[in-house]
């Protein structure tokens, strides 16, 4: 069974400075992983994803770590804004097979 | 506009009584999935489909759900006898690759009394 793990429902972050949101995984190969962030009332937006052959994939602010040996997914927003306030869900798939497993959520609240 | 449109935005229906959730996917996206996320709770895959044909169903908590995609287009997720913990907003998504990057709708929020 191929999960992930978001450990953290909550996480409140002071404006300007960096916010890490971490999803653990099993049984990973060949994965793709990605990050959707959902504001309340509204459908997920995707953020930004990383392949199973990558360990870092920057965009903008954002930035994707992936620990294969730990298998260990972070995502690092930097500076963070009020904005970024939503709650954030780490995801995967497979290559060639197209759904997506969702982790439970973070609650990111910053704070102005 | 041109993103996934779901209908109703909201549904209060009595237990036991049978709903229909509608999807419309971005203009030539061949893939379409259901999700839920009852409160509280993450997002609990539901079906999938790729053209008119569901090669994952493996979600679907019981056999009072059922969907289906006409003209490899629009989808309906059909819940009957709903009951109570049936209450949740069904989210539709749709893409165009196997990249896992998909395209959400807004949801649409079931609670059943």
């Known amino acids: 069974d191929q999960q992930v793990k978001q450990n953290s429902p909550s996480l409140s972050v002071q404006e300007g400075r960096i916010s890490i949101l971490n999803c653990d995984y099993t049984n990973s190969m060949f994965d793709y992983f990605l990050w959707y962030k959902k504001y309340p009332a509204e459908g997920p937006t995707f953020l930004i994803s990383i392949s199973s052959i990558k360990d870092k994939n920057e965009d903008g602010r954002f930035t994707v770590f992936l620990n294969k040996s730990a298998k260990h997914l972070s995502l690092h927003i930097v500076p963070s804004q009020p904005g970024d306030s939503a709650v954030y869900f780490c995801a995967r798939t497979n290559f060639g097979n197209e759904k997506l497993t969702f982790g439970t959520g973070t609650r990111l609240t910053i704070i102005p | 506009g041109a993103g996934v449109s779901q209908s109703p935005s909201n549904k209060v229906t009595e237990k036991g009584k049978d709903v229909e959730l509608r999807c419309d996917p971005i203009?030539?996206?061949?893939?379409l999935y259901w999700y839920r996320q009852s409160l509280g709770q993450g997002l609990e895959f539901l079906i999938y489909f790729q053209g008119n044909s569901a090669p994952d169903k493996s979600g679907l908590p019981s056999d009072r759900f059922s969907a289906e995609r006409t003209g490899g287009s629009v989808s309906t997720l059909t819940i009957q006898r709903t009951q109570q913990e049936d209450s949740a907003v069904y989210l539709c998504a749709s893409s165009h690759d196997n990249t896992g990057e998909l395209f959400f709708g807004e949801g649409s929020r079931l609670t059943v009394l």
């Open positions: 203009s030539g996206h061949t893939a």
